[in-house]
C-alpha cells in the first residue's frame, strides 16, 4: 500500500511565503513523475507544477517565477515552494506521484489536500 501524506498549508497574507511538502511512503519500487494540482470549489482540480523523475519542471502559468517545485529522492518527498502568494492562489493543494509498487503495479497516487488560504 502506498501513502501520500501532505503538510504545509495555512493562512497567510498576501504577498507571503509557504512551503509544502508530500511524503510518499509504502510498498514503493520507484517514483516517476511526482507534481501538485489545485482546486476551489466547485472547480476543476488544475496542475501547479510537476516535475519527472528526470528532466525540466513544468508550471501553471499563473505560477511561473512565484512557485517552485523540488524534489528529494531519497526521502520520496516534493516540495512546493509558494512565493508572493496571491488571494488568487487560495485553493486545496493535492500532490500527486505516479509509483511503482514493490508488487510492479504502477499507479497514479494522490494525497489528501492542504488547504491555503492567502487573505488581501
Known amino acids: 500500500q502506498v501513502q501520500l501524506v501532505e503538510s504545509g498549508g495555512g493562512l497567510v497574507q498576501a504577498g507571503g511565503s509557504l512551503r509544502l511538502s508530500c511524503a510518499a511512503s509504502?510498498?514503493?519500487?520507484?517514483?516517476?513523475?511526482m507534481g501538485w494540482y489545485c482546486q476551489v470549489a466547485g472547480k476543476q482540480r488544475e496542475l501547479v507544477a510537476g516535475?519527472?523523475?528526470?528532466?525540466?519542471?513544468n508550471y501553471a502559468d499563473s505560477v511561473k517565477g512565484r512557485f517552485t517545485i523540488s524534489r528529494d529522492n531519497a526521502k520520496n518527498t516534493v516540495y512546493l515552494q509558494m512565493n508572493s502568494l496571491k488571494p488568487e492562489d487560495t485553493a486545496v493543494y493535492y500532490c500527486?506521484?505516479?509509483?511503482?509498487?514493490?508488487?510492479?503495479?504502477?499507479?497514479?497516487?494522490w494525497g489528501q489536500g492542504t488547504q491555503v488560504t492567502v487573505s488581501s
Open positions: 516535475m519527472p523523475s528526470s528532466g525540466n519542471a
Open positions: 509504502g510498498s514503493i519500487f520507484s517514483i516517476n513523475a
Open positions: 500527486t506521484a505516479r509509483i511503482t509498487s514493490t508488487a510492479r503495479s504502477m499507479a497514479n497516487y
